[in-house]
């Protein structure tokens, strides 16, 4: 699987946008980004997935450059609730059910009331 | 959409006893199943690959003998922690894999073990 690297921490104002970058230089043509979260004490939640187009479900909205190097995971509206711990992975999606998640350091999201 | 279940969520033991988690698929069969180990402050380290119907597999590291693992059904994986020492306090997670096409991985609520 492509090398990530995200910023260890950030912080984010109640209410406004979320921007959560993440760098895989790296990352192969077959390789998709994935992006979950850790809410302290509890298990990672899957937030979305993309390969190349950008995404958006009721969580979050994915954009991902042109030549894939990186990508933003955006919240548009942050909550306390969304204070987390968030991870940037990226590996083709038919290894899924071969072979675990590799999980990163992550970026710590604090949510500022 | 896809859940997996977890219990028990909090546990505490005494060294040199055994402890059982369970980790469920809720709607949907997982043939695989993933756990992990997370201490504070660290990320998520993965311990061993549960196999419906065929041995578990460990990472390098993680010993068989005392953390077993049984994938008994399509929805079923157990680990347990045997002869628990203080060191084995942590925080374990089950993950299964979604399957039928889907990508993403679906994970427990997590076990808080701590041995006292």
């Known amino acids: 699987d492509a090398k990530t690297t995200q910023p260890t921490s950030m912080d984010c104002a109640e209410g406004r946008a979320a921007n959560l970058p993440c760098n895989h230089s790296?990352?192969?043509?077959?390789?998709?980004v994935y992006w979950y979260r850790q809410i302290h004490s509890q298990g990672p939640q899957y937030i979305i997935h993309g390969l190349k187009n950008n995404e958006t479900n009721e969580m979050a909205s994915l954009i991902i450059t042109e030549d894939r190097k990186s990508s933003t995971l955006i919240l548009p509206h942050a909550t306390l609730r969304d204070t987390a711990v968030y991870y940037c992975?990226?590996?083709?999606?038919?290894?899924?059910?071969?072979?675990?998640?590799?999980f990163g350091s992550g970026t710590r999201l604090q949510v500022q009331p | 959409g896809a859940v997996v279940s977890q219990h028990p969520s909090r546990v505490i033991c005494k060294s040199g006893t055994s402890v059982k988690i369970e980790c469920r698929s809720l709607?949907?069969?997982?043939?695989?199943m993933f756990w992990y180990r997370q201490f504070p402050k660290q990320s998520l380290m993965l311990m061993a690959t549960s196999n419906e119907g065929s041995k578990a597999t460990y990472e390098q590291g993680v010993e068989k003998d005392k953390f077993l693992i049984n994938h008994a059904s399509l929805t079923l994986s157990t680990l347990t922690v045997t002869s628990a020492h203080p060191e084995d306090s942590s925080f374990y997670i089950c993950s299964a894999p979604r399957g039928g096409g889907g990508t993403e991985a679906f994970f427990g609520q997590g076990t808080r073990l701590t041995v006292v």
């Open positions: 709607d949907f069969q997982a043939t695989t």
């Open positions: 790296t990352i192969s043509g077959n390789e998709y």
């Open positions: 992975i990226v590996r083709p999606p038919l290894d899924t059910g071969r072979r675990a998640l590799t």
